[in-house]
Structures are given as structure tokens and as C-alpha cells.
């Protein structure tokens, strides 16, 4: 066997030890040498899909249920690429063509799908907390594809992958997080993950948008966004969640753009080498500019790509187990 190999297996190995959890809920409950290695198995991962045949056999044999209860295009395609490229069996299951229209309620689905013996079920749910609930009755693993506005783990670490592909690591990075803050999952886990990691979180937005309580999750947060993009090496932009506000939270779209929209003279504040981030979808033309979203400075579309590498990171993580040499 060759060294290289050898000490491959070695590295899996040790990040096999590192990641001792059953469900991936959130970021929260993850420890700093976890994440990086999930970053670290990500990476290994990555290659896989810049091969001829983006297939190897790790987790053959394996069923994945994608319990999706709200729209996706990004994380639902990239769970099932990232399934299929491990060789497993994976399942798209889709609210508006189940039972769940005929009325079953959420806990006699999974108990239905279970039966059929699953090895783990993604669930993306409008209701924050329903991935830990599905775990209170569930045998099997559960992992969280975005539940309501708490948490969105595998995006927060398909943008820490981002960032470290860019940045090289994290400590005294400034990153800005910009937006429709109240109702973001990604905004939360990215908080978590970015804190652990030891960088510089700033939050920015309207005040509605913005409460000063989220200063106790240990970021500092500004309603200036002239003022906070200064100095900045990421400004990751979020998307006004109209789908989730009950009350008007600012009072027009043109204002909301002229204050907080990432514009080209905006971005200019920031350092020179400063990335833009964004999870998807965006409002072109509302929190960022068009010329922005698709300028060189944008990693948008590598946030995409990276999800696949770090999704089969989580899968591989929570289901391979001891098999990680078959990626080789
Ligand atoms: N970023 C993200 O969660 O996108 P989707 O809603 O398309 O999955």
C-alpha cells in the first residue's frame, strides 16, 4: 500500500474519532475540532466530483430519505448528488404529491417512512426545532436540511469550506452578515460556526430586522451598513424571507435597497480582497446588485458547489463509519 494512502487512512480515521454524533441538528452542539473535521472530510470529498465518474462506493447500500416540507433547490439537489456520488440509495420525498396534503400529520409520516428502514432522514421543515422532535421517536438518524429560523448546519459549514478555500482560516476575519437577520437559520448557525472558528461577526440591518438581543450570541451587530462594511473580508448578503414575516418589517423595498442593498460603491469599503457570499436564492436587484452577485469577487456559486463535497462530509460522517477507505 503506498504511504500517501496510508497516511489517508490514517487522517480518516482520526476524523472518524473526531465526529461522534448521531443526527447533525445543528451547529450548536458541534465543538470547533468537529467542524474542522467535517471541513477536512469535506475536502477529501471534493476531488470526487471533478472525476470523469463522480461515483465511489463508500456508502453503497445505504437508503436516505430527503423529507423536504418547504421549497429548495440548492440544498435538496446537493443532498441527493452528494447520496448518489456515495453510491446510497436516496429517496425524494415531496410535500405537495404525499399523504401529508390528504392530512397525516408530520410524526405519522416519519414513523411511515421508518418503516421502510431508512439509514438517515433529512428533514427541511417550517418549524424551527421539528429535526429534534423527529428524534425523540425516530430510531434512526436525523440530520437538519433548515428547520424554520432556527438552524441551517450544512449550509453554515458549506460556507465555512467557502471561507477557508478563500481565507486559508478564520481567526480575525471581519465577516458581515447583512439583512433580514430575524428570520435567517443561516444567519444563526453561521453565528455559531464563525464564533467557534474565532472570527469577527458583525450583524447588519434594519432594527426590525436586527433585535439587539442577538448581541448575547457574542457579535457585535450595526443598523449602518456604510459603517460595517468597512474593513470587511467577507460580506455574506441574506434574502428578505417575505415567506416568513407576519407584519411588515420595513416599509418599502426601495428603501430597505437604498440602505442595505450590496452595491459597488458599498463593496468598495470593504478590504480589497474581500469575497461577497450569498446562500441562495437571491433577490438581484434587492439586497444585491446584479453587477455584484455576478462580479469576481462573488463565490456564490462555489458556496453551490462546495455543498455537495461538505454534504457528503455529513453523510459520510454520520453513516460510513469505519468504511471511509472506500473513498480511495
Ligand atoms: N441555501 C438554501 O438553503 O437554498 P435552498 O432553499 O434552495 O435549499
Same mark, same amino acid.
Given at each position: 500500500?503506498k504511504?500517501?494512502l496510508?497516511?489517508r487512512l490514517?487522517?480518516?480515521r $482520526?476524523?472518524?474519532?473526531?465526529?461522534?454524533?448521531?443526527?447533525?441538528?445543528?451547529?450548536?452542539?458541534l465543538?470547533?475540532?468537529?467542524?474542522?473535521?467535517?471541513?477536512?472530510?469535506?475536502? /477529501?470529498f471534493?476531488?470526487v466530483?471533478?472525476?470523469? %465518474?463522480k461515483?465511489v462506493?463508500?456508502l453503497?447500500?445505504k437508503?436516505?430519505?430527503?423529507?423536504?416540507?418547504?421549497?429548495?433547490?440548492?440544498?435538496?439537489s446537493s443532498?441527493e448528488?452528494a447520496?448518489?456520488?456515495?453510491?446510497a440509495?436516496?429517496?425524494?420525498?415531496?410535500?405537495q404529491t404525499?399523504?401529508?396534503?390528504k392530512?397525516?400529520?408530520f410524526?405519522?409520516?416519519?414513523?411511515?417512512?421508518?418503516a421502510m428502514?431508512?439509514?438517515?432522514?433529512i428533514? $427541511?421543515?417550517?418549524?424551527?426545532?421539528i429535526?429534534?422532535?423527529?428524534?425523540?421517536f425516530?430510531?434512526?438518524r436525523?440530520?437538519?436540511a433548515?428547520d424554520? /429560523?432556527?438552524e441551517?448546519p450544512?449550509?453554515a459549514?458549506l460556507?465555512?469550506?467557502?471561507?477557508?478555500?478563500?481565507?486559508k &482560516?478564520?481567526?480575525d476575519l471581519?465577516v458581515?452578515? %447583512?439583512?433580514?437577520?430575524i428570520?435567517?437559520? %443561516?444567519?444563526?448557525? &453561521?453565528?455559531?460556526?464563525? &464564533?467557534?472558528?474565532g472570527a469577527k461577526?458583525?450583524?447588519?440591518g434594519p432594527p426590525?430586522?436586527?433585535p439587539?438581543e442577538?448581541?448575547?450570541f457574542?457579535?457585535e451587530?450595526?443598523?449602518?451598513?456604510?459603517?460595517?462594511?468597512?474593513?470587511?473580508?467577507v460580506?455574506?448578503m441574506?434574502?428578505i424571507q417575505l415567506e416568513?414575516?407576519?407584519a411588515n418589517f420595513?416599509?418599502s423595498?426601495r428603501?430597505?435597497?437604498?440602505l442595505?442593498?450590496?452595491?459597488?460603491k458599498?463593496?468598495r469599503?470593504?478590504k480589497?480582497?474581500?469575497?461577497?457570499?450569498?446562500?441562495?436564492?437571491? &433577490?438581484?436587484?434587492?439586497?444585491?446588485?446584479?453587477?455584484?452577485?455576478d462580479?469576481a469577487?462573488?463565490?456564490?456559486?462555489?458556496?453551490?458547489?462546495n455543498?455537495?463535497?461538505?454534504?457528503?462530509?455529513?453523510?459520510y460522517?454520520?453513516?460510513?463509519?469505519?468504511?471511509?477507505?472506500?473513498i480511495?
Amino acid at each position: 500500500m503506498k504511504s500517501s494512502l496510508l497516511s489517508r487512512l490514517e487522517l480518516n480515521r $482520526r476524523r472518524d474519532l473526531a465526529f461522534k454524533h448521531k443526527h447533525l441538528l445543528g451547529i450548536q452542539g458541534l465543538t470547533s475540532s468537529e467542524i474542522v473535521s467535517v471541513l477536512d472530510t469535506a475536502e /477529501s470529498f471534493y476531488e470526487v466530483s471533478t472525476r470523469e %465518474v463522480k461515483k465511489v462506493p463508500t456508502l453503497r447500500g445505504k437508503t436516505i430519505i430527503n423529507l423536504f416540507y418547504e421549497p429548495s433547490t440548492r440544498t435538496r439537489s446537493s443532498f441527493e448528488l452528494a447520496a448518489k456520488r456515495l453510491s446510497a440509495d436516496i429517496v425524494n420525498f415531496n410535500k405537495q404529491t404525499s399523504s401529508v396534503i390528504k392530512g397525516e400529520s408530520f410524526k405519522d409520516t416519519i414513523l411511515n417512512l421508518e418503516a421502510m428502514n431508512p439509514d438517515a432522514i433529512i428533514i $427541511r421543515h417550517s418549524a424551527s426545532g421539528i429535526p429534534y422532535f423527529a428524534t425523540t421517536f425516530c430510531q434512526h438518524r436525523i440530520i437538519n436540511a433548515g428547520d424554520g /429560523s432556527h438552524e441551517h448546519p450544512t449550509q453554515a459549514l458549506l460556507d465555512a469550506f467557502t471561507i477557508r478555500q478563500e481565507k486559508k &482560516n478564520f481567526k480575525d476575519l471581519k465577516v458581515i452578515i %447583512v439583512g433580514d437577520i430575524i428570520h435567517s437559520r %443561516v444567519a444563526r448557525s &453561521n453565528i455559531f460556526l464563525l &464564533n467557534k472558528m474565532g472570527a469577527k461577526v458583525v450583524l447588519v440591518g434594519p432594527p426590525a430586522l436586527l433585535p439587539v438581543e442577538f448581541k448575547n450570541f457574542g457579535v457585535e451587530i450595526d443598523f449602518n451598513l456604510d459603517r460595517a462594511i468597512q474593513g470587511a473580508d467577507v460580506v455574506m448578503m441574506l434574502r428578505i424571507q417575505l415567506e416568513r414575516q407576519a407584519a411588515n418589517f420595513f416599509p418599502s423595498i426601495r428603501e430597505y435597497r437604498n440602505l442595505y442593498s450590496l452595491t459597488e460603491k458599498r463593496f468598495r469599503k470593504a478590504k480589497k480582497n474581500a469575497i461577497i457570499m450569498h446562500p441562495g436564492p437571491i &433577490n438581484r436587484g434587492v439586497e444585491i446588485s446584479t453587477d455584484m452577485a455576478d462580479s469576481a469577487k462573488s463565490v456564490i456559486l462555489k458556496q453551490v458547489e462546495n455543498g455537495i463535497a461538505v454534504r457528503m462530509a455529513v453523510l459520510y460522517l454520520l453513516l460510513g463509519g469505519k468504511k471511509r477507505e472506500a473513498i480511495d
